[in-house]
């Protein structure tokens, strides 16, 4: 299995620009979260997915921010207008349930400029 | 809310010492934790997964302990090696999200 897969690995983008992360979760597993990371508060979760649904977005930042999940395999995170605040490294994690743990893909290290 | 905490915050060590990584947490009805390591610019690689009704799990030369009732949990590394320089990140699953320590940054010198 190729794990979860995150793209692009670097994105570089001007203030005020539409940005897009994308998410590929591992064959079977049914949960989808999306956490970024930053030196002053860690990781932090940003919306959790059950079965395509999202269960919890109380971690979205605000408005500019948006997530989907158009099928059981794939995710996208969308920043629009992007703002230098949103530069951070972006990750998403998949999970076949809570006991079998949690996966991380290699994230998206985003910087606005 | 769930609060984890690692101490210390970093530690420096000679090739061939035992690491001894620390994880406390504030509700002790939590499913699991999991132990991550992380290196500089890359992800989150899952080293240990402790189910709640375990008291620990061993990979090759990591082990980890969990007290739920104290709220803790303990990584140990024995005979580090310069390769186990990295971030290791606690973090804990209470309902259905992993709450996060901030890290015990690792250096072990050659």
């Known amino acids: 299995d190729a794990g979860v897969i995150q793209s692009p690995r670097h994105e570089v983008t001007e203030m005020g620009q539409e940005v897009t992360l994308r998410c590929k979760l591992i064959?079977?597993?049914?949960?989808l979260f999306w956490y970024r990371q930053t030196m002053m508060r860690g990781l932090e979760l940003l919306i959790y997915?059950?079965?395509?649904?999202?269960?919890?977005d109380s971690g979205m930042p605000e408005d500019r921010f948006s997530a989907k999940m158009p099928n059981a395999s794939f995710s996208t995170l969308k920043i629009q207008p992007s703002e230098p605040r949103d530069s951070a490294v972006y990750f998403c994690?998949?999970?076949?349930?809570?006991?079998?743990?949690?996966?991380f893909g290699s994230g998206t290290r985003l910087t606005v400029v | 809310k769930q609060e984890v905490t690692q101490i210390p915050a970093a530690l420096s060590v000679p090739e061939g010492e035992n690491l001894v990584l620390n994880c406390s947490f504030t509700d002790s009805a939590i499913y699991n934790l999991q132990w991550f390591r992380q290196d500089p610019g890359k992800g989150l690689t899952s080293l240990l997964l402790?189910?709640?009704?375990?008291r620990e799990q061993t990979s090759g030369r990591l082990n980890a302990s969990l007290d739920k009732s104290s709220g803790r949990s303990t990584l140990y590394i024995a005979a580090s090696q310069p390769g186990d320089s990295a971030t290791y990140l606690c973090a804990v699953v209470d309902d259905y999200k992993l709450s996060f320590g901030a890290g015990t940054t690792v250096t072990v010198r050659a």
């Open positions: 402790i189910q709640s009704s375990q």
């Open positions: 994690a998949s999970s076949s349930g809570l006991n079998y743990g949690y996966t």
């Open positions: 064959s079977g597993h049914n949960s």
């Open positions: 997915f059950n079965n395509n649904v999202p269960i919890d």
